[in-house]
């Protein structure tokens, strides 16, 4: 196993999300003809977690407004807000991911534009150049989601909105040794902020790398939503919502996806 300090999280990151691209899942399921039909109609909705975005959260169509789909790739989110009328961007670490986007634009002739890049690094726009960002449960995968929040103020116009998701950090906390789900416990073994890096062990981390599944971290709800009003950012909305099939057995006892609505003053 390669020692931590030398793994290049952003290769190894998109490197597993391209292999789950590959195997169709559930992100990478673009949305099918009829979706962007009744998008087209007036008839839409978005989702960055399992039910759909506000209206209010989201901007008008008219004047058309330039949305940033960051680390948003997957053929979902953009091509239904192309669709209803947005001049809309994707940026996403994994080209096959993107892949998903530009094959629906295609399809359904769709205008939309797809660039691979890191998430913490936006210098391919320029300032003040979104009035919305869509910014689904994706942060995990970088170890500071600081300069995230900071490159999207950066790029938002003034009045422009992030919409954010993201994990309760409490899903980090417990051990995921599968006997203990099995007796309907819960132990803490993790201190929060969490990282793949730091806290497993070397042999878990080899056992993580050798399967290719990408290396997360935890960050706490100080680095998430306190991230985002250090940026500069306003908090106008904030929503939980419930893990229809539950992974660990802490869903099962409260909601652990979180959604923010911050503005740009």
């Known amino acids: 196993m390669p020692a931590t300090d030398t793994i290049d999280i952003y290769e190894h990151n998109r490197a597993a999300w391209d292999r789950q691209a590959a195997q169709q899942c559930a992100w990478s399921q673009p949305v099918g003809p009829e979706t962007i039909e009744a998008a087209r109609r007036g008839d839409w909705q978005v989702h960055i977690t399992p039910r759909a975005l506000p209206a209010d959260w989201l901007p008008a169509m008219y004047p058309v407004p330039r949305i940033l789909c960051l680390a948003s790739a997957g053929g979902q989110q953009a091509p239904v807000l192309a669709a209803a009328g947005a001049d809309v961007t994707v940026f996403d670490a ?20 797809t660039v691979q890049g890191d998430m913490r690094d936006l210098s391919a726009f320029a300032d003040a150049s979104f009035d919305c960002i869509v910014h689904p449960i994706s942060n995990l995968y970088v170890p500071d989601v600081r300069p995230v929040w900071r490159e999207c103020f950066r790029v938002l116009k003034h009045g422009g909105r992030l919409l954010s998701s993201f994990y309760n950090p409490v899903v980090f906390v417990g051990d995921r040794a599968p006997e203990l789900a099995e007796q309907g416990l819960i132990r803490p073994r993790f201190r929060l902020p969490y990282s793949d890096l730091r806290d497993l062990s070397a042999s878990e981390l080899a056992e993580k790398q050798g399967r290719g599944d990408a290396l997360v971290f935890g960050h706490s709800l100080g680095e998430q939503i306190g991230g985002q009003l250090e940026a500069g950012f306003l908090l106008k909305g904030f ?8 992974r660990f057995l802490i869903d099962r006892f409260l909601p652990t996806f979180l959604a923010t609505y911050a503005v740009k003053p």
């Open 239 to 246: 929503y939980e919502d419930e893990q229809p099939q539950p």
């Open 94 to 113: 994994s080209p096959l991911q993107l892949a998903q986007d530009d094959m629906v634009a295609r399809r359904d002739s769709l205008a939309l534009a």
